[in-house]
């Protein structure tokens, strides 16, 4: 199936590992202009930059900014839209964990939480979409999170975040339907990314199992597949999402969860 997503203009937040670094080479293998994006200075993604450049045609780029900071997004946005004068495609990936029972957790943690996750969805979102309007097309995706349909134990701010982003996809998808803008939520279940490997080491030294126990036992118990879903998977969920194949699907949170939130 043609994507014909040659020329357009795509933005994926923490994309330089994992799922975003995932949907950033989709995204570029389909011939987008691809803006990567991390808080990392850019002589430490010089690596996954010029390895990307290497295998596609397509312009890729990468542009540093926190996405916990309102102004640095704006600026991130501005300077993307200021050089290529136009942003058709978001992709709300940065994220990040902080697990602890409520009554212990760190008001800096749930704050630094909202701010990654969901507030920075809210910033890149109202900054892109008058380009949209203008335009009369856009593609807005947000990666949320089987936990933003369902909750775990010890996870207060992650679950309320992926919540959040739900409920803001879905008023985006309202306000752009009649202007050719989509607003989707991606919902994965546990995937095998650095951030949950470092999790699996973790858990096997608390436990003091294996790391395949904790992975079977631990990790994979929700999902009724019983595999981690797979980045390719996602990334070719969103890019599916982006082209006009996919123009009637707005303001859906779709899990791909090897049927987690089936339960
Ligand atoms: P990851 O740690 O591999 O990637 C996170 C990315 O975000 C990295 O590029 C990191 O540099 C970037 N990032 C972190 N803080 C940032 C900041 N302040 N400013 C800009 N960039 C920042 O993690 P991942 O597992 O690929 O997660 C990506 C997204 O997918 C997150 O939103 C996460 O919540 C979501 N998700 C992950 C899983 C999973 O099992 N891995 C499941 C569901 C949802």
Redesign the pocket.
């Known amino acids: 199936m043609e994507l014909n997503l040659t020329g357009k203009v795509a933005l994926v ?9 995932g949907i950033a080479e989709r995204l570029a293998e389909e011939g987008c202009t691809t803006i990567m ?4 200075p850019a002589e430490e993604v010089t690596g996954v930059l010029s390895e990307l450049a290497e295998k596609y045609d397509g312009e890729i780029e990468y542009r540093q ?4 900071n309102p102004d640095a997004i704006g600026k991130l946005l501005e300077g993307i839209i200021s050089h290529h004068q136009q942003l058709d495609i978001l992709v709300n ?5 902080v697990v602890s029972p409520i009554q212990d957790f760190k008001n800096e943690d749930w704050e630094n939480v909202q701010d ?2 969901l507030n920075s969805a809210f910033h890149t979102t109202k900054a892109a979409f008058p380009g949209m309007l203008k335009r009369g097309w856009g593609r807005i995706i947000h ?5 933003g349909l369902v909750a775990s134990a010890f996870k207060a701010a ?1 679950v309320t975040a ?1 919540h959040g982003m739900i409920g803001l996809g879905k008023v985006t998808a309202l306000e752009g339907a009649e202007h050719g803008i989509t607003c989707n939520m991606i ?5 095998l ?4 490997d470092q999790q699996i080491d973790d858990q096997a030294k608390v436990h003091k199992i294996s790391r395949d126990r904790v992975i079977a036992e631990i990790m994979l118990t929700p999902q009724p597949t019983k595999k981690f ?1 797979q980045i390719e998977e996602i990334a070719a969920l969103a890019a599916f999402l982006c082209s006009d194949h996919a123009a009637s699907i707005t303001g859906a949170a779709i899990p791909i969860d090897g049927g987690w939130t089936a339960r």
């Not at 994006?37 to 990392?40: E, I, P, T």
């Not at 900014?65 to 916990?68: L, T, V, Y």
């Open positions: 937040t923490g994309s330089t590992s994992g799922i975003g670094l994006n991390a808080h990392l900014a926190d996405m916990s990936n940065a994220g990040v964990q990654i996750n990666i949320a999170s089987a936990h992650y992926k919902c994965p279940g546990y995937v990314t650095p951030l949950v879903v």
